[in-house]
């Protein structure tokens, strides 16, 4: 058992009550410990963590893509469209066909045509998101029921994309522009949500997650978690982000109505502690915000979400309300005016543990580095994504070249500073394994992949990326004096894993088993086989 407590030290039995660690140590366990009533599990040499805590992740629309068009990952043009005509096909009475999870390799241009998607759903609107969801693809139905033509001039924040030499909308849409298609869809039902949850949860518990923090959840979202707990049947602990935009009612409303929804939905393993904002969009769409151009965008740099002034208003408002504020911030200048609204923040209402945090952090100016630990803030990346994939070296590293590319994804800078960084997937847009992202953490490469290791400067140690997961994701989510580390008095939310990551290769790490996951002494997932 490697413990993850402060001296990272090492046992070989642990004792739970009552959904409680009541010991730690050696196999002699003291007297009175193991009563007639006592499950006693010999693991056999296999290996025992703090259950993992995934620090950024979509449970619950993830959970709902599963039960529609599922694209994750599939590798050409011609299996995604086998499965959209699958899926349409097995639903011959949804109004709309929805999907999600295309990946933005697989298109040239990251750009797939509505005639595709006209040619396999021809008789309905349909709207497949892509794997990042900062992209989605219509057929011609969904376009016209949106009025979205030629004419139609791209939103703020959004790019309709076009067909060069017709002008016309080629299927394409980035960012705000997808809200034109998407607030047409019928909102998702409770039982779907329920259903979603219910699925997610199965596959976070398979892959030893105890605690997750859901990264950008509505009303009905919080809703669907505090029923599930108070029904009993949620199996892990939620940290919840919720939605932060503010709409025509400003700042005030908003800050009123998260309010509101923090007193009505917290439970006993619900937590609506954070407030998501996004500051800019991703680099492959070019819609993350650069502290200079893109390389092939002459001078578009990309624009930030909120000015500085709007933003500095948004954290500071949030801050006083003693949120966690959560923000999505990918490229140098969305984080840069991220870490100065901090500032600001806490300039303005003084210091506090308040531990916000900023998400997928792609490229990090050099300069910025040292303030996530001046300013106490947590570093939250999803290291599955520095590997070296065609995300980074198709479609990210040509629009920012070399010496600026060096900067993507600097895990192992932040860390060496002493900020606490901490671990996520961002499931559905990847893997939600923790173990994926830890090996990919300490060998920059993919799964399987036999290459060369991408960035290897920026690699963290096996200890540092197991914490990643653990103890800093429970700091992060604001429950580390109960969870996140083997201790006792400490709740007893534990992994098994089928063999001790320090014994086995680097790029062997994802392939081993997790074999139980318990939360609070209750095994909510067992291997069979
Ligand atoms: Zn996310």
């Not at 590997?387 to 479609?395: A, F, H, V």
């Not at 939310?493 to 990551?501: C, G, Q, T, Y």
Request: proline share 6%; glycine share 8%; aromatic share 6%.
């Amino acid at each position: 058992m490697y413990t993850v407590d402060a001296a990272r030290s090492w046992a070989t039995a642990v004792a739970v009550k009552d959904g409680r660690i009541t010991y730690v140590g050696g196999d002699s366990v003291p007297g009175g410990l193991i009563g007639p009533e006592t499950e006693v599990i010999d693991l056999a040499g296999q290996m025992v963590l703090p259950g993992f805590q995934d620090g950024h992740v979509h449970l619950l629309t993830g959970g709902v893509e599963l039960g529609e068009c599922t694209l994750f990952t599939l590798p050409t043009p011609a299996a995604v469209a086998d499965s959209i005509r699958a899926c349409a096909a097995a639903r011959p009475t949804a109004t709309w066909v929805r999907g999600a999870g295309w990946e933005l390799t697989v298109f040239p241009g990251a750009n797939p045509g509505r005639a595709l998607l006209d040619s396999l759903v021809p008789d309905r609107p349909a709207l497949m998101d892509a794997a990042d969801g900062h992209s989605a693809w219509a057929n011609s139905k969904a376009l016209e029921l949106a009025g979205i033509g030629r004419d139609t001039p791209d939103p703020a924040d959004g790019r309709i994309e076009r067909d060069p030499a017709t002008g016309e909308p080629s299927g394409t849409l980035r960012e705000s522009a997808v809200h034109l298609v998407s607030r047409l869809l019928p909102a998702r039902t409770d039982v779907e949500l329920a259903a979603g949850l219910a699925r997610a949860q199965r596959l976070a518990n398979e892959a030893g997650i105890t605690s997750a923090f859901e990264a950008a959840a509505d009303e009905r979202h919080l809703r669907a978690f505090a029923g599930a707990d108070r029904a009993g049947k949620l199996t892990l602990r939620i940290v919840a982000a919720a939605e932060a935009e503010p709409d025509s009612g400003g700042i005030d409303d908003l800050v009123r109505r998260l309010g509101t929804w923090r007193k009505r939905y917290s439970t006993r393993r619900v937590r609506p502690i954070a407030a998501k904002l996004f500051q800019d969009g991703v680099i492959e769409s070019r819609t993350a915000a650069l502290l200079a151009p893109y390389l092939d965008r002459q001078g578009d740099a990309g624009t930030p979400t909120y000015s500085q002034p709007t933003l500095d208003s948004l954290v500071a408002a949030l801050d006083r309300e003693r949120w966690q504020v959560h923000v999505h911030a990918i490229g140098d200048r969305a984080i840069r005016m991220t870490l100065d609204a901090f500032e600001r923040a806490r300039r303005a209402n003084g210091a506090r543990d308040a531990r916000h945090t900023i998400t997928h952090l792609q490229l990090i100016d050099p300069a910025d580095i040292p303030r996530f630990r001046r300013l106490g803030l947590v570093a939250n990346f999803e290291p599955f994504w520095a590997n070296g994939d065609e995300y980074l070296t198709r479609l990210a590293e040509p629009a920012l070249g070399p010496s600026r590319s060096r900067w993507l994804y600097p895990i192992g800078s932040v860390a060496r500073t002493g900020a606490v960084v901490s671990g996520g997937s961002d499931w559905s847009v990847s893997s939600i394994a923790p173990l994926d992202g830890i090996e990919v953490a300490i060998t920059r490469r993919a799964p399987d992949d036999p290459g060369p290791p991408w960035r290897p400067e920026e690699v963290v140690d096996l200890s540092t990326a197991i914490a990643m997961y653990t103890i800093n994701a429970a700091y992060a989510n604001q429950q580390e004096r109960e969870t996140g580390s083997i201790e006792v008095g400490k709740l007893a939310d534990l992994v098994v894993l089928e063999r001790s990551l320090f014994e086995v290769e680097p790029r062997e790490i994802h392939a081993v088993r997790v074999m139980r996951t318990i939360v609070e002494g209750r095994t909510v997932f067992e291997r069979r086989e």
